[in-house]
């Protein structure tokens, strides 16, 4: 490694930067082969997932590898957080802030969601067992688990931008 060594948030920006206008992985590990290490990539390339890092099936390439994009909005949503974090808050607080804040809505989201379809199934057997009623108050507390789901998730995505 020749150049200085980056920060994780700044190779998270390399990544969703490249990101922008799509990019393969295989041409990540080249262009920050030089500054930092291959578990350093992609530690940032797993991070930049919280920030809206999407892959693209259909172009994926034997020799290239994944191909990634980002979604505009998620990358503005990331450049503001940077920002900020250079306005002066203490060094990784702020970004370990919001990749705090993406898992807890990812395990809050995917816990509504899996008590849902949990709920959903228990009903379904119920009835199918002749415990009719167990079976639709199953049923409704697994209607409203999903309606509380879908809040939930209309609320995250407007708080993530």
């Not at 295989?26 to 030089?34: D, W």
């Not at 849902?116 to 688990?145: I, K, N, R």
Request: aromatic residues 8%; neutral net charge; charged residues 15%.
């Amino acid at each position: 490694m020749n150049a200085p060594p980056f920060s994780p948030l700044e190779l998270t920006d390399r990544v969703l930067t490249m990101a922008k206008t799509g990019v393969y992985r295989q041409s990540v590990f080249e262009a920050l082969g030089p500054v930092a290490t291959q578990r350093q990539i992609r530690a940032a390339i797993a991070q930049a997932k919280q920030f809206g890092l999407y892959t693209v099936a259909a172009l994926r390439d034997e020799d290239l590898g994944t191909y990634y994009q980002v979604e505009p909005a998620s990358y503005e949503s990331f450049q503001a957080a940077a920002k900020a974090l250079a306005a002066g808050s203490p060094p990784d607080s702020l970004a370990d802030q919001v990749v705090a804040t993406h898992s807890a809505l990812r395990a809050m989201l995917s816990a509504v969601a899996s008590s849902t379809l949990g709920l959903g199934l228990l009903g379904g057997w119920c009835l199918l067992d002749g415990h009719t009623q167990l079976g639709h108050g199953l049923w409704l507390g697994a209607g409203v688990a999903g309606g509380l789901w879908s809040l939930q998730r209309w609320i995250a995505r407007r708080a993530l931008g």
